[in-house]
T-cell receptor
Framework: GAVVSQHPSWVICKSGTSVKIECRSLDFQATTMFWYRQFPKQSLMLMATSNEGSKATYEQGVEKDKFLINHASLTLSTLTVTSAHPEDSSFYIC???????????FGPGTRLTVT | GNSVTQMEGPVTLSEEAFLTINCTYTATGYPSLFWYVQYPGEGLQLLLKATKADDKGSNKGFEATYRKETTSFHLEKGSVQVSDSAVYFCALSDSGGGADGLTFGKGTHLIIQP
């Protein structure tokens, strides 16, 4: 149980375009989802926290207009990177937490490359 | 702010060797501490956790003790196996159990040779 999937697993897009990454909880209801970003040989950095039906809370330094997060249902959150640039190339990882539970369950990540 | 520092890898050991991966942290208050493991192609999985000082988390032969006096949470295993090869992340959360977002170390790549 407690499986989180991400789609796509990797994506290449051209500079200036937007790309959407999906995070799904497959067998539980995720009241809270987290989005992290990981650079090579670096730690995972929390980007934002989203609660179902509410606006996401972004960490300091993360541009909310560039990284649009939607958590419209209890099983799906999306991260849209708008007007992507090469510096947005990274590994994006989501995690999800169910009601009354503290443990976060992580997705396998999405590799974004912006050319 | 919070931060986690862990030894950088890769760490290469022979099967049945003793493993220690060091982790120290900086945090306000009394954080909860975690070790996550990431196998190739998979998402991070919680390996063990400790929520208060002197607690010992353990799972699959791995152990780590929450040492408040040294702000450390070192991961140990007495006899590693090839199947333990993975990337290990130390992490902390301000909230009990990890209800909030986590602060991670950079990860330590562990390679176990037969």
């Amino acid at each position: 149980g407690a499986v989180v999937s991400q789609h796509p697993s990797w994506v290449i897009c051209k500079s200036g375009t937007s790309v959407k990454i999906e995070c799904r909880s497959l067998d539980f209801q995720a009241t809270t989802m987290f989005w992290y970003r990981q650079f090579p040989k670096q730690s995972l950095m929390l980007m934002a926290t989203s609660n179902e039906g509410s606006k996401a809370t972004y960490e300091q330094g993360v541009e909310k207009d560039k990284f649009l997060i939607n958590h419209a249902s209890l099983t799906l959150s999306t991260l849209t990177v708008t007007s992507a640039h090469p510096e947005d190339s990274s590994f994006y990882i989501c995690s999800a937490r169910g009601p009354g539970h503290y443990e976060q369950y992580f997705g396998p990540g999405t590799r974004l490359t912006v050319t | 702010g919070n931060s986690v520092t862990q030894m950088e890898g890769p760490v290469t050991l022979s099967e049945e060797a003793f493993l220690t991966i060091n982790c120290t942290y900086t945090a306000t208050g009394y954080p909860s501490l975690f070790w996550y493991v990431q196998y190739p192609g998979e998402g991070l999985q919680l390996l063990l956790k400790a929520t208060k000082a002197d607690d010992k988390g353990s799972n699959k032969g791995f152990e780590a003790t929450y040492r408040k006096e040294t702000t450390s949470f070192h991961l140990e295993k007495g006899s590693v196996q090839v199947s333990d090869s993975a990337v290990y992340f130390c992490a902390l959360s301000d909230s009990g159990g990890g209800a909030d977002g986590l602060t991670f170390g950079k990860g330590t790549h562990l390679i176990i040779q037969p």
